[in-house]
C-alpha cells in the first residue's frame, strides 16, 4: 500500500467568535478574519509538515483546492506543490485535486501541472475535481454545467497532454484555435489522474470507465459509507464494463490522530477533531454546499443519506465509533487501518495528519509516531491482506 | 535577475522549417527530459544569484512557445519562495486579463506573499501578441480587460469581503479573498511593456505610481520611454516621478575580457533575438492590441526585434550589454546617469548559453558588477530635463 499525507491548510488560529456572526467559514465569513502575520507562520508550519512526511518515508504528499473559506488556505495547489516541487526529492507531489471546469480556460491548469510534473522528473498526481457547492459561488460559475464542463475539460486537457500541436479544439464550453502545450508532461503519456469525491454516482461511473480506470479517492465519510462507495467502483466496472478493477484504482483519505495511549490520543485530538468536522467543514444543511443542478437528484439522496458527519455538532467518540476518524496509539491505529484494508482493499491511503486546530507540537508528534510505527506496517500491505471483493456482499 | 527559461534544447533546424519559436511550433520539439534538466538548472541559477546578493529574482509568462517556458510563473515564483530568502520575488508580470477569472491569480499572488512573508513583486501585463492566440482571447478588449481586471484585483485584495463587483468584464456576486496579500496594502505593481503610451499613462498616473519597466530595447528608446514616464507625470500629473518608478531591463554578459565576452556570447545572443524571440508582426501586434498611435511608434523602435539581429549592432545600440566586468560597470553606470533608472533587471541567461558560462556570468556580475550599481542612487542621476527629453 502507498501512503500518502494529505494537507487541508486550515486557518487554525480563527477567532471562534465569528460563529455569534457568522454561520460558516466559508464564501461569506469577512476575509478581516485572516490575519496576514498569522497566515504566513502557517503556510510555513504546513509546508514543514508535507516535507517532514516526507523525509519520514510517506509515499506522497497532497494538497487540494478550496477558494474563499477558514477551512482550507488553498485555492490554489499549484502553488503549494510547487512549493514543495524542489523541497522534497522522491515523493509523490499529488493535488487533489484542482477544478478544472471551474475555470474559463482549463489549460492553464494543464499548463502548471505540466510544469510541476517537468520539475520533478514525474513525481505529479493530478486530482480533477468539480469543486464543492460553494466554489461555484466563489467563482461566479453556473452549477448546472458543473458536470459536462467537467467532462469537456479532461478531454480537452488529456487531449493537450498528448497529442502533438497545434490543434483545434471545438467542445460545447470550450473553443481553443491553437492548442499547442509546452511544456508537455514528464509522465508518459500524461500524469496519473485521480478523481476525489463526496461519492457521486457520475464520477464513479465516470472514473471507472475502461478508458479512464483513474482512481477513484473517497473523501472522509463513516466507514461503512466508505466501503459502499469504493465497492460501488469495483461493481461499477465488473457489471457495467465487464472488467475487475485493480485496487490501485481505490483511495481512502482519513483524518488520523496518533499518541501514546489510546485515552491520551482521544483527549488531545477531541477538541481539534471536533472544530474540524463541526466549525470548518460546510454544513450539509447549507444550500451552498450543494448549489441547484451540481447534482443529480440521485446523487443528492445517496450522499444527504451518507454525509450524516458533515451536519455539524459531531463528538469525537461517535466520529471514532463510526470511523470516519481513526484515534489511537500507534498499535490501535496500524491495527484499524490494516483492518480497514482488509476490508476495502484501497492501494492507496490519505493520512490526513493536521486537520482543524491542531496545533504545531501534537501535529509533529503524531506524524512522527506514524512515520516510525504506523506507515512501513502499512507500505507491507498488498492483495493478499485484501479479503476481495465480493459482489454480492456489495450490493445490499 | 531575471529568467526567461528557454527551451535551449531546441532543434534549430526544425525551429527553422517554422516561422517562429511561438503558438505553433509544435510540442514535439519539446523533450521532457531534456526539459527536466533545464528547469531545474533555470532554478538553480536563479537561487544562486539570491545567494550571491542580488535584491531579486524575476521570471514571467508566455505560452506554447520556446522563447520561455513559464506559461505561470506562480509555479516558478512558488518554488522558489521556499527555496530564496531575502531577496524580492518578481512576477513580471501575470497577465491577468488573459483570463476569464483573473481573481484566481490574485489569490495565487496572495498565497506566495504570505507564505514568502511580503516578498512578492507582482507584474501587470496585457500579455504579448501571440499569447491572444493561444489564449484564444480578443485583442481588441486587452486595454479595457487589463484595467477592469486590475481595478477588481486591486479591490480584492485590499477591501474586506464579501463584496460584489459588476464590470463590464468581470462579474462576481462574491469577492472575498482569502488570504488576503501579506504586504500592506498589496504587493508592489510592475508593469512590464514594450513602449505603448496606454501602459506609460496608466502607470503613472498619480493614484498608482507604477514601476514602469522597460523591456529590451535599444538605448535611445529606453531613454524616450522611460523619460516618457517622467515626462507624462510632470506634465500630465504634475508630480515628479521617483527614480523608483523606473526599471530598466537588459541582458547582460560578463567575462574577463571584453573580447572574450563577446566571442562567447554572440551565438547564444543572436539565437535569442532570432531564434527565439522573432515572431511575425501579426502575432506581435494583432489588430486592435494597440491603439494606433502606440502601433506607429513601436513599429518604428521594435525593428531590432524582428529578426536578423547581429551582435554587434545589438550592443552599439546598447540592447544588450556585453564585456568585461569593468565595461559593464561602466556601461551601467552611464546609462543610469542618464535615466535614474531605481532597478535594473539584468538578464542572464539568453537563447542557448549553456550552464557553465551562466554560472559564470552571475558569479561575475554578482562579485564584480553588483557591488559598484547597488549603491547608485538620484546623487549619480544627471536629473530629467522635460526639454531635451521632448526634443529628442
Not at chain 1, 459536462?148 to 471545438?170: C, M, S
Not at chain 1, 501514546?260 to 444543511?285: C, G, M, Q, W
Not at chain 2, 560578463?254 to 554572440?266: G, I, L, N, R
Amino acid at each position: 500500500m502507498k501512503v500518502f499525507a494529505f494537507h487541508l491548510m486550515p486557518y487554525g488560529a480563527l477567532d471562534m467568535s465569528y460563529a455569534e456572526e457568522y454561520s460558516s467559514v466559508w464564501l461569506k465569513l469577512p476575509n478581516s478574519y485572516f490575519d496576514p502575520k498569522v497566515g504566513h507562520e502557517l503556510y510555513n508550519r504546513y509546508l514543514d509538515e508535507l516535507e517532514l512526511c516526507a523525509s519520514l518515508g510517506f509515499d506522497g504528499v497532497s494538497v487540494n483546492e478550496h477558494h474563499q473559506n477558514a477551512y482550507g488556505l488553498m485555492p490554489s495547489p499549484v502553488v503549494t506543490a510547487a512549493a514543495l516541487a524542489r523541497k522534497t526529492a522522491h515523493c509523490k507531489i499529488a493535488i487533489l485535486g484542482n477544478a478544472f471546469a471551474l475555470r474559463e480556460h482549463p489549460l492553464t491548469l494543464a499548463e502548471e501541472h505540466a510544469m510541476i510534473d517537468n520539475i520533478t522528473g514525474g513525481r505529479l498526481i493530478t486530482g480533477m475535481v468539480r469543486g464543492v457547492g460553494c466554489e461555484y459561488f466563489s467563482m461566479g460559475v453556473n452549477p448546472a454545467f458543473s458536470l459536462e464542463r467537467h467532462i469537456e475539460a479532461h478531454d480537452l486537457v488529456v487531449r493537450a497532454w498528448t497529442e502533438t500541436g497545434p490543434f483545434a479544439f471545438e467542445g460545447k464550453h470550450y473553443h481553443f484555435e491553437y492548442v499547442n502545450m509546452w511544456p508537455r508532461p514528464y509522465q508518459d503519456p500524461h500524469p496519473p489522474i485521480w478523481c476525489p469525491s463526496q461519492g457521486s454516482t457520475e464520477t464513479i461511473e465516470w472514473a471507472a470507465h475502461p478508458d479512464r480506470k483513474y482512481t477513484y479517492l473517497q473523501a472522509y465519510s463513516a466507514f461503512d459509507s466508505v466501503l459502499r462507495y469504493l465497492n460501488l467502483y469495483r461493481s461499477v466496472a465488473e457489471v457495467k464494463y465487464g472488467y475487475t478493477a485493480s485496487s490501485s484504482q481505490i483511495a481512502w483519505s482519513v483524518p488520523v490522530y496518533c499518541a501514546e495511549t489510546d485515552e491520551k490520543a482521544v483527549e488531545e485530538v477531541r477538541p481539534h477533531i471536533e472544530s474540524l468536522f463541526n466549525t470548518f467543514l460546510p454544513k450539509i444543511s447549507q444550500s451552498m454546499f450543494v448549489p441547484p443542478g451540481y447534482m443529480t437528484a440521485t446523487s443528492m439522496k445517496k450522499i444527504f443519506a451518507h454525509k450524516a458527519a458533515l451536519r455539524g455538532g459531531q463528538k469525537v467518540d461517535d466520529l471514532i465509533a463510526r470511523g470516519v476518524i481513526v484515534v489511537g496509539s500507534p498499535d490501535t491505529v496500524r491495527k484499524i487501518l490494516i483492518e480497514r484494508h482488509r476490508q476495502a482493499g484501497f492501494e492507496h491511503v490519505l493520512i490526513m495528519p493536521q486537520f482543524g486546530t491542531l496545533p504545531a507540537d501534537l501535529t509533529e508528534k503524531n506524524l512522527r509516531l506514524l512515520g516510525a510505527d504506523v506507515v512501513p506496517a502499512l507500505q507491507a500491505l498488498d492483495e493478499n491482506n485484501y479479503a476481495g471483493f465480493e459482489p454480492a456482499v456489495a450490493a445490499e | 535577475m531575471f529568467h526567461l527559461m528557454p527551451y535551449a534544447g531546441l532543434d534549430m533546424k526544425e525551429r527553422d522549417r517554422h516561422k517562429s519559436a511561438w503558438v505553433t511550433l509544435p510540442n514535439s520539439l519539446y523533450d521532457p527530459e531534456v526539459g527536466h534538466e533545464l528547469y531545474n538548472r533555470y532554478l538553480d541559477e536563479l537561487e544562486l544569484a539570491a545567494e550571491l546578493g542580488f535584491d531579486g529574482v524575476a521570471i514571467n509568462e508566455h505560452h506554447q512557445n520556446a522563447y520561455g517556458l513559464m506559461p505561470s510563473p506562480v509555479v516558478m515564483a512558488s518554488s522558489l519562495a521556499r527555496r530564496t530568502e531575502g531577496c524580492k520575488l518578481a512576477i513580471l508580470g501575470n497577465a491577468f486579463a488573459l483570463r476569464e477569472h483573473p481573481l484566481t491569480l490574485a489569490e495565487e499572488h496572495a498565497m506566495i506573499d504570505c507564505i514568502t512573508g511580503g516578498r512578492l513583486i507582482t507584474g501587470f501585463v496585457r500579455g504579448i501578441g501571440a499569447e491572444f492566440y493561444s489564449m484564444a482571447a480578443n485583442p481588441t478588449l486587452s486595454h479595457e480587460r487589463h484595467m477592469e481586471a486590475h481595478d477588481l484585483v486591486i479591490r480584492a485584495w485590499t477591501e474586506k469581503g464579501p463584496f460584489a463587483f459588476e464590470g463590464k468584464h468581470y462579474h462576481f456576486e462574491y469577492v472575498n479573498m482569502w488570504p488576503r496579500p501579506y504586504q500592506e496594502p498589496h504587493p508592489p505593481i510592475w508593469c512590464p511593456s514594450l513602449g505603448s503610451t496606454e501602459t506609460i499613462e496608466w502607470a503613472a498616473h498619480p493614484d498608482r505610481r507604477y514601476v514602469y519597466a522597460q523591456n529590451y530595447s535599444a538605448f535611445t528608446n529606453v531613454c524616450k520611454f522611460l523619460d516618457q514616464y517622467r515626462e507624462v507625470a510632470a506634465t500630465q500629473y504634475g508630480y515628479n516621478a521617483s527614480s523608483e518608478q523606473i526599471a530598466w531591463t537588459a541582458p547582460v554578459y560578463v567575462a574577463e575580457t571584453d573580447e572574450q565576452a563577446v566571442a562567447e556570447a554572440t551565438e547564444h545572443m543572436e539565437t535569442l533575438f532570432n531564434k527565439f524571440l522573432y515572431l511575425p508582426f501579426e502575432k506581435l501586434f494583432p489588430p486592435g492590441y494597440l491603439s494606433m498611435h502606440s502601433y506607429k511608434r513601436v513599429a518604428a523602435h521594435k525593428k531590432n526585434v524582428l529578426g536578423g539581429a547581429k551582435m554587434e549592432t545589438l550592443m552599439e545600440t546598447g540592447v544588450v550589454i556585453v564585456g568585461s566586468p569593468e565595461t559593464v560597470r561602466r556601461r551601467i553606470a552611464e546609462c543610469h546617469e542618464v535615466l535614474g533608472f531605481g532597478t535594473f533587471v539584468s538578464l542572464l541567461q539568453f537563447g542557448t548559453l549553456p550552464a557553465d558560462k551562466t554560472e559564470r556570468n552571475i558569479r561575475l556580475f554578482a562579485e564584480e558588477v553588483l557591488p559598484a550599481i547597488q549603491p547608485l542612487s538620484d546623487r549619480e542621476y544627471r536629473g530629467f530635463e522635460p526639454a531635451t527629453a521632448a526634443a529628442e
